[in-house]
């Protein structure tokens, strides 16, 4: 079955959309004959939508599965899919709720209060959104000094988080309760109430305050209600959180040529591209561009037999050596760069990055790495970063280095944060490791633009994103 017309053109099968020429896309919804198709131009119908499949929905059993968007535009990584807080007391049910979410025993369940002792991830599709990654967490009213050490567990999650929900039994909304709901506010994380065992629930007053949180009966053993609080979700969630937009797309067009500087050095993965690399190959095609892909000692041949290129994107570490060989007329940047204006706090980047100038010996510096990995002296962020600072500086400075999501230590020793380009992980967790040191007044940067900076680049390697 096809449909097209000037802004989509798909192809159904079973029950998955195959194609798409428009990155608009977002959702298709199932009615017992038709589907559809929502989309920011509106809404597509597609009738004989029950013929597409025989899979049956698992709350809606008398009707066919929703069609899931799978084309590539909207295909995500781990990194970049939404992230789904589920909180609670203990033994409310949340572990019960993933489990009736998924339809699969993700978590385990358990009379005994506080089976859950660490927070527990599982990826998902939810239709409307997309894959996700939901997150069981320990109960937030666990007691005990171990008790305290998950709740904190818990509590870091939400900087994690694009999505909350917290799980109640018998609307009882007390002081735990309303302490996460301030949490939810202070980190702008939307949130809904899912009062579960409502098959056991004869109450029927709500506590005051919480219908405008919108508090949802459901069942995790009979399923009732999980429909109706997945729509509120759908529509709850921040589409910034799972619409991609394109790395280049503001600066790139169709027949563009994007030339991409990768250094094949001791810290290149074994026959492969780094990610950011794959995901600029990408994003350029993508944009219906041309993607050149050249080693740094190849540059200059290279402009010498071609015309001139839209874009250069070469390696941070490469800045110095490329910004020599690339003409002033030709706009180039860093993938470290294109990643700070994409998910980073890329404003405040600007204004923090000239403090490199004001350091002081002494003064503590905390790096930032989205990612874990084993380390050697040519590592940019733990090595080569840390040395060229000082050599700019010529100050004694002090580092430390905080990975992956690690908890960050007081941020009021630090003088200035770096952040690497964030390839691994989502914009919302960016801001929200950046936010204690912008909420104390601590400059902040990225790995790629101190590069461009220390480079005497930085104005250079950041024009293309400027407004």
């Given at each position: 079955?096809k449909f097209s017309?000037?802004?989509?053109?798909?192809?159904?099968?079973e029950?998955?959309?195959?194609r798409?020429s428009?990155?608009?896309?977002?959702?298709?919804?199932?009615?017992?004959?038709?589907a559809?198709?929502?989309?920011?131009?509106?809404?597509?119908?597609?009738?004989?939508?029950?013929?597409?499949?025989?899979?049956?929905?698992?709350?809606?059993?008398?009707?066919?599965?929703?069609?899931?968007c799978?084309?590539?535009?909207?295909?995500?990584?781990?990194?970049?899919?939404?992230?789904?807080g589920?909180?609670?007391?203990r033994?409310?049910?949340?572990?019960?709720?993933?489990n009736?979410?998924?339809?699969?025993?993700?978590?385990?369940v358990?009379?005994?209060?506080g089976?859950?002792?660490?927070?527990?991830?599982k990826?998902?599709?939810?239709?409307?959104?997309?894959?996700?990654?939901?997150?069981?967490t320990?109960g937030i009213d666990?007691?005990?000094s171990?008790g305290?050490?998950?709740i904190q567990k818990?509590?870091?999650v939400?900087?994690?988080?694009?999505?909350?929900?917290?799980?109640?039994t018998n609307?009882?909304c007390g002081?735990?309760?309303?302490?996460l709901?301030?949490?939810?506010?202070?980190?702008?994380?939307p949130?809904?109430?899912?009062?579960?065992?409502?098959d056991?629930?004869?109450?029927?007053?709500?506590?005051?305050?919480?219908?405008a949180h919108?508090?949802?009966?459901?069942?995790?053993?009979?399923?009732a209600?999980?429909?109706?609080?997945l729509?509120?979700?759908?529509?709850?969630?921040?589409?910034?959180a799972y619409?991609?937009?394109?790395?280049?797309?503001?600066i790139?067009?169709?027949?563009?040529?994007?030339?991409?500087?990768?250094?094949?050095?001791?810290?290149?993965?074994?026959?492969?591209?780094i990610?950011?690399?794959?995901?600029?190959?990408?994003?350029?095609?993508?944009?219906?561009?041309?993607?050149?892909?050249?080693?740094?000692?190849?540059?200059?041949?290279?402009?010498?037999?071609?015309p001139?290129?839209?874009?250069?994107?070469?390696?941070?570490?490469?800045?110095?050596?490329?910004?020599?060989?690339?003409?002033?007329?030709?706009?180039?940047t860093?993938?470290?760069?294109v990643?700070?204006h994409?998910?980073g706090?890329?404003?405040?980047?600007?204004?923090?990055?000239?403090?490199l100038?004001?350091?002081?010996d002494?003064d503590?510096?905390?790096m930032?790495?989205?990612?874990?990995?084993?380390?050697?002296c040519e590592?940019i962020?733990?090595?080569?970063?840390?040395?060229?600072i000082?050599?700019?500086?010529?100050k004694?400075?002090h580092?430390?280095?905080?990975?992956?999501?690690?908890?960050i230590?007081d941020?009021r020793?630090?003088?200035?944060?770096?952040q690497?380009?964030?390839?691994?992980i989502?914009?919302?967790?960016?801001?929200n490791r950046?936010?204690?040191?912008?909420?104390?007044?601590?400059?902040v940067?990225?790995?790629?633009?101190?590069?461009?900076y220390?480079?005497g680049?930085?104005?250079?390697?950041?024009?293309?994103?400027?407004?």
């Amino acid at each position: 079955m096809k449909f097209s017309d000037e802004n989509i053109n798909i192809e159904i099968r079973e029950t998955k959309i195959l194609r798409a020429s428009s990155t608009q896309i977002l959702v298709a919804h199932h009615t017992p004959h038709t589907a559809q198709l929502r989309c920011l131009y509106g809404v597509i119908r597609i009738a004989c939508f029950q013929h597409a499949g025989q899979q049956l929905c698992r709350f809606c059993p008398n009707q066919p599965s929703p069609i899931f968007c799978t084309f590539a535009a909207m295909m995500k990584g781990n990194d970049s899919k939404p992230h789904i807080g589920i909180f609670g007391r203990r033994n409310n049910g949340k572990s019960s709720l993933i489990n009736a979410i998924t339809g699969q025993d993700i978590a385990i369940v358990d009379a005994t209060a506080g089976t859950t002792t660490d927070p527990v991830k599982k990826a998902i599709e939810i239709f409307g959104i997309g894959p996700v990654v939901l997150i069981d967490t320990a109960g937030i009213d666990d007691e005990g000094s171990v008790g305290q050490k998950r709740i904190q567990k818990t509590l870091e999650v939400l900087k994690t988080i694009d999505f909350a929900i917290l799980v109640t039994t018998n609307h009882v909304c007390g002081q735990p309760e309303r302490a996460l709901m301030d949490k939810f506010h202070e980190y702008e994380i939307p949130f809904l109430i899912a009062n579960n065992k409502s098959d056991l629930d004869k109450s029927s007053s709500l506590p005051d305050g919480v219908v405008a949180h919108n508090m949802y009966d459901v069942s995790a053993k009979t399923g009732a209600g999980i429909p109706a609080m997945l729509e509120a979700l759908v529509q709850k969630m921040p589409p910034t959180a799972y619409i991609s937009h394109s790395l280049l797309g503001d600066i790139i067009g169709e027949g563009d040529t994007v030339v991409l500087v990768t250094p094949i050095d001791s810290e290149a993965p074994e026959g492969r591209l780094i990610l950011p690399q794959v995901q600029m190959i990408r994003d350029i095609l993508d944009n219906d561009a041309v993607a050149v892909v050249l080693k740094e000692d190849k540059v200059a041949d290279w402009l010498n037999c071609n015309p001139a290129p839209k874009l250069v994107v070469t390696d941070s570490q490469m800045f110095g050596r490329v910004a020599h060989e690339v003409p002033e007329s030709i706009p180039l940047t860093g993938f470290s760069i294109v990643l700070a204006h994409h998910k980073g706090d890329f404003e405040h980047y600007l204004q923090g990055t000239p403090h490199l100038d004001q350091l002081q010996d002494g003064d503590r510096l905390l790096m930032l790495e989205s990612c874990t990995h084993l380390t050697s002296c040519e590592d940019i962020g733990r090595g080569k970063l840390p040395r060229w600072i000082q050599q700019h500086t010529g100050k004694q400075l002090h580092f430390d280095f905080v990975s992956g999501l690690n908890t960050i230590p007081d941020i009021r020793q630090y003088a200035m944060v770096i952040q690497c380009g964030g390839c691994m992980i989502t914009r919302k967790q960016i801001l929200n490791r950046l936010k204690p040191a912008i909420d104390a007044g601590i400059p902040v940067s990225n790995y790629g633009m101190t590069i461009a900076y220390l480079n005497g680049i930085f104005d250079r390697a950041v024009q293309p994103f400027r407004k």
